[in-house]
């Protein structure tokens, strides 16, 4: 079994920067990709990035925050991060980490089996 805990969340101002990191333990070898997704008060939960566990250069990233948001995997910890530059008020949201065993890249967040508990990012305009 893999445990997921998210932390970095905080509150920012808009144009400004947090770093989201999510720390996997337990069965870390069965993990084949990692997404980060979120989810705003009466909105879907939707896909924000992602990246290949074994593979850390094939991410994936919603047209949202291409070009704001970058993940990458600290491998020395077992940990993904989550830089987001330039936040916006609609970046407002709980984001989610999750984990699947196949090693491909899924934007649904149906096709994720185990999730971290979430933590909120808020920007204020």
């Known amino acids: 079994q893999v445990r997921l805990v998210e932390s970095g969340g905080g509150l920012v101002q808009a144009g400004g920067s947090l770093t989201l990191s999510c720390a996997a333990s337990?069965?870390?070898?069965?993990?084949?990709?990692l997404a980060w997704f979120r989810q705003a008060p009466g909105k879907e939960r939707e896909f924000v990035a992602g990246i290949l566990w074994s593979a850390p250069n094939l991410r994936s990233y919603a047209d949202s925050v291409r070009g704001r948001f970058t993940v990458s995997r600290d491998t020395r910890g077992n940990s993904v991060n989550l830089q987001m530059n330039s936040l916006k008020p609609e970046d407002t949201a709980a984001y989610f980490c999750a984990v699947r065993r196949l090693r491909v890249l899924e934007r649904s967040a149906a096709e994720f089996g185990t999730w971290g508990q979430g933590t909120q990012v808020t920007v204020s305009s």
């Open positions: 337990g069965r870390t070898f069965d993990i084949g990709a």
